[in-house]
Structures are given as C-alpha cells and as structure tokens.
C-alpha cells in the first residue's frame, strides 16, 4: 500500500477505564514490554485521566496490547484532537490525507460513534456532532450494522462528577483500532466461578496482575500461597503454564466447608484444575501440592517464569507455618522421632515477605518477575517499608485502599541479576534491606480502626463471591 511509509509514525489514543487508576501505567508499559516497546506519551501525558495518545507503536503492538489489557476499554489511530471543535478540525484537515483515504474510498463501508466521558449526550445532540463532521471526504456507505471501518468523536469533559463543564475540556476523532479485555472481569467473574475460598482473588485484579507479571505464552509461573488458584486462572488464560501450593490440605484437595451462601460443604469436583477446566485452560495446569512457603520444597535452579502470590495477611485466613517453638528434635539421619506431631507456628508478615523475596530471587529466571500484594497500615507506609532485595529491582507500586487507614499495594519487582553467596548478609550490610518489622502487626491495626458491622459485611460480600 502506498500509504505504509507512514503508517509506523501514527499516534495512538488509549481510552482507559477509570478505576485501579494506578494499575494502568504498569500494566500498559508491562504489555507493551512484551513486545519489545517503550511507552511513549505524546504531548503532555496526565497519567489520571482517560485518554492517552502514545507515539512510536505500530498497529500490530496497539492490537497486542488490547489483547491483554483490561485497563484499557478502547484504542484508536488519532486523526486529529483539539480543546474545540473548531480547532479538532483544523488538526484533522491537517492529517495526511494519505493515512486516511483508504478508509474512506467508494466501495467502503464505515460508522461514526460519538462517546462522551463525564456527560451524557442526547440523541439529537450526537447526531447533530456527527454531521458537523462533513467536512471529512468520507466517499464510502454508511452502515450501522456491520461497516468496515468504526470512526469515533470522544469528547472529555474532565473527571469531576460534580462539575461537568457546559463544553468539553478536549475532543479526539479517530479510527477505531480495537477494544481491550474488559469481558474478561464478567466472564470470570468468581460469583460463577466452580471452586471458591474466602479470600479469592477478584477476576479484574487477577488479570491486572498476570500482566504486570508479563505473563507469556508457554511462561512457568508459579504461586506460593495458591488458595483457589484465580491467579492460575488468569495465567492461563494467558497460556502460561500453572502451578501452586498452599499449606492448607482442605483449599488443595478441594474439601471442607463451601464458601457459598447456601452450601454447607464443597462439592466432589471443586478444585483448581476444575476452574481451569471451567475457562477452557485445563492444559496448562501443571498442578498444585500441600507445601508451606517458609520451607520450599523445590530443586535450586532459576525454574520459573514469574511468581505471582497473594500471601496470607491474617484477616480472612491464618498465617501460619508448620514448626514448633521448641527445638525440634531430628535423628542425625534426618529422620524425626516417633512422638514429634508437625504443628504450626505463627509466620510473622515480615517473614512472609522476606522468604517469598529470597525464594523468588533463587527461583526465577533472570528477567522474571515477582508480583505480591503487600498490605499496610496507611498512617505508617513509606517507600522504606517496602521489603527489597539485591537481586530484584521494583518496577512498580500500586495502591488499592481497603479502608481509611489500611489499603494493600501491588509490588511488581523483576529479577536482574543471579544471587551471590553474600547476598544472604545484605541486611547486616545495607539497612534497606532489613525487613520492616511493623508490617507484623498489620492484623492488630486493621481490626483496631475498623468498627465490627464494617468487617461483617465485607466478609459477607467476599462469601458470596462480589
Ligand atoms: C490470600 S490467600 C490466597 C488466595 C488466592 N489468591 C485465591 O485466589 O484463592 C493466602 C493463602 O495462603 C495460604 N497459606 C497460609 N500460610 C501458608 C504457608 N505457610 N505456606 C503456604 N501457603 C500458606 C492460605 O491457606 C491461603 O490459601
């Protein structure tokens, strides 16, 4: 096509949903990381707000991205933008005219939509914006029903409900590239889900985070404290292949009280291979194994592709490791003695974070990535608190407020380099890599500020699966 010389200089407008706002960067650098690219803001980027315009992508790394993001609703190849009507035409009578006759030639088909952010607009008025558009040399057949080509007018009227200007703050014209993966958070919605636990993970932030994972094709991932293993779910959705353990006999073999309203026990089949084979991704389940986190069981050798976890905070499920307080009394041969019952131990969060740091930075490939939430008390967070090691560099940091004083954070961290023999003695040597020993009493500073009614109806919500 003669039109191709310039077709690869084109922005692009991301249109964004406007919840999880802090998950969005991440993730869309994640995904365009995939592919081999930067994230390149056009113009003066305001990271909050709904649209974005990115430069030096192609088509194809658009169409890649909005295959796997669920941040993003919608992209388009920008025809031309401006604070007023008038000054969007100007810019779109100025768009080569090359890039967009062939969308717009006799034997073509195509649709405009017109789509306002934070006002509603009436029929009439989006049909009058719509035909103030005649000036595009539009030569092609209008079909509503299934046209060739969706052009859209997005009109932004800023991001406070409370104050919704008379004219839009900026206005986009564009052609409709693709649409992101927003079905994903109804389609795996855990309210339909087969197999269910207290502290499942919502649908939405699992995607969010195998892509701030950047979950590959045919990648091992692995997650330590698996529970009903949605992070598996949504890893291979993404064709990774999954594995897990969980200290907990019951969540790994699918028994014991069901966590729905209306069903006393689980049933024959719940398990996390049946959740796969729910979505269709039953062929990428490796499988998942009893096994507490403070003590891996696994081969010392860079196995997997990405950790992807949420551990245990001690509110909806107990913190717990096998061992005792008293020395534990072992043969030389290894072997324990007839009378030694294995009972657990409290594992204090700290530990949780510091072993699941060590074991990631042994355990995965260099350039794989460790993503966990961390909970934490908001009066006492600062950067500081956020567990480090030499080995892996934090990419990114995300907060999701839980109440008004607690909230979790999405530590997204990539392995750069292998572990050394004085790696071990980084705390001794460098303070920052000290564990934060305040994050040990997260469970008392929850309950502390949050009054009884509160958790009663939020742990109501998380049984019946919202
Ligand atoms: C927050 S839940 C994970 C929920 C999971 N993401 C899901 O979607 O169901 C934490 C899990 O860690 C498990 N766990 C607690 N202590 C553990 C330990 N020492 N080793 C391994 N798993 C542990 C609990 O049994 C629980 O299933």
Redesign the pocket.
Known sequence: MATSVNRSCLTYLLHLAQDNLDFRLPEIKALLALRGKSFHPSGDFQEKTPFWCLDGLAEEDVRGVMARSVCAKSAFELWGHGQTHSELRTSLLNYPSENMSPFMHKDSTYRINVYTFNKTLEFPDRIKRIDAMDYLPFEGTVSLKSPQHIFCLLEDYGTDPNDIPEHPNYIYFGRWIADGQRELIRSHSVKNRHF??N???DAGL?FIMANHAKVNENDLVF?????????LVACSHFRAYVCG????YN?IHGRGRSSRKNQKWRGPDENIRANLRQYGTEEMYIDVMI????KPVWREAPLFDAII?????GI???????GSHKDVTKHADGIYLESHVPVSQA?HLSD?FTDLLNFSAHHLVVGGRLVYWLPVYRPEYSEETVPLHPCLRILSNCEQTLSSHTSRRLITMEKIRKPEELDGLAQFADGRFSPYQGHNAFREKYFSGLNKRCIKEDNKAVVNGQ
């Open positions: 269910i636990g502290t499942s993970m699992s997650d330590p404290f698996v529970g009903t293993g949605s992070l353990t969980d200290i907990d969540t096994s507490d986190a403070s976890t949420d551990p245990p905070y909806r499920e107990s913190t717990r490791r096998t594992y949780i």
